[in-house]
């Protein structure tokens, strides 16, 4: 993969930055929707692809680009797909700096150091090209405004900034509100996008999604007698035992 297209976690973070403040917006989700965008980002590159809720490496090879070869060798190491759930909650300890210095590297963004409250040192990062966030956010513009099916890169990029909060940033107030629902039904044109997405939000509801049990062989379920599913409680919300009846605790 060449260096010429910027990636979806450069993208994403683009899009974060206040260019008044300097800031970015939502920096807790917008940390696990950069990992997110990194997993993205290789499924385009074909080294990755979904499987199930799980993502598994199709090409481990490298793309030349660090980071994201970084986080293809761990994903390999792994030795079996992991739940994308699992790998979007994990530690990603300076991942977000780790973008904002290499955008810095490459002329689009410039630290501008400060204090907080007179005594804490800081850093903020100005837009240097405004062109460049400007032809990202049309892009996503020109996808809600046209209703036209975007490319899978603006639609997972579209999914992406939903999950991670960035709609209020980026459509505000009242009037932005039709905006922000379309830019949340753009999840729906990219699959990879979409599944990230979704587990990008889990991660942040505290949702720890368990992966669907196959179904047991006939034999088994005829030995053991009917199975009778129980009732599936709410995201988030944990099932209350009967009362009068003992609750079951299985490790899984």
């Avoid at 490298?62 to 060798?73: N, Q, R, S, Y």
């Avoid at 129980?230 to 079951?248: L, N």
């Amino acid at each position: 993969m060449g260096r010429s297209r910027r990636t979806l976690p450069e993208e994403l973070l683009l899009l974060a930055l206040d260019p008044a403040t300097g800031t970015t917006a939502q920096p807790q989700s917008l940390d696990l929707g950069l990992a997110g965008a990194q997993l993205v980002e290789l499924a385009l590159a074909g080294r990755i692809a979904p499987d199930g809720d799980r993502i598994a490496v199709v090409a481990p090879r490298p793309t030349g680009d660090p980071t994201l070869d970084c986080a293809l060798e761990l994903l390999r190491r792994r030795g079996a797909p992991v739940r994308a759930v699992n790998w979007i909650g994990g530690p990603r300890l300076g991942l977000r700096q780790t973008y904002l210095s290499h955008l810095e590297r490459c002329g689009m963004v410039h630290a501008v150091a400060g204090q907080m409250c007179g005594v804490l040192p800081t850093t903020r990062y100005q837009a240097t090209d405004t062109e460049i966030s400007r032809e990202i956010r049309s892009r996503l513009d020109s996808a809600i405004r046209t209703g036209v099916p975007p490319d899978p890169r603006t639609a997972a990029l579209a999914a992406l900034a939903h999950a991670v909060g960035l709609g209020k940033h980026l459509y505000p107030g009242n009037e932005g509100r039709s905006s922000r629902s379309r830019l949340r039904d753009l999840i729906r044109h990219d699959p990879m996008g979409g599944l990230v997405a979704h587990a990008v939000m889990d991660v942040q509801n505290g949702v720890a999604a368990q992966p669907r049990r196959s179904p047991a062989p006939a034999g088994r379920q005829a030995a053991a007698g009917p199975v009778r599913s129980a009732p599936e409680p709410a995201r988030g919300v944990p099932m209350q035992p009967r009362r009068g009846s003992m609750a079951r605790v299985v490790a899984h």
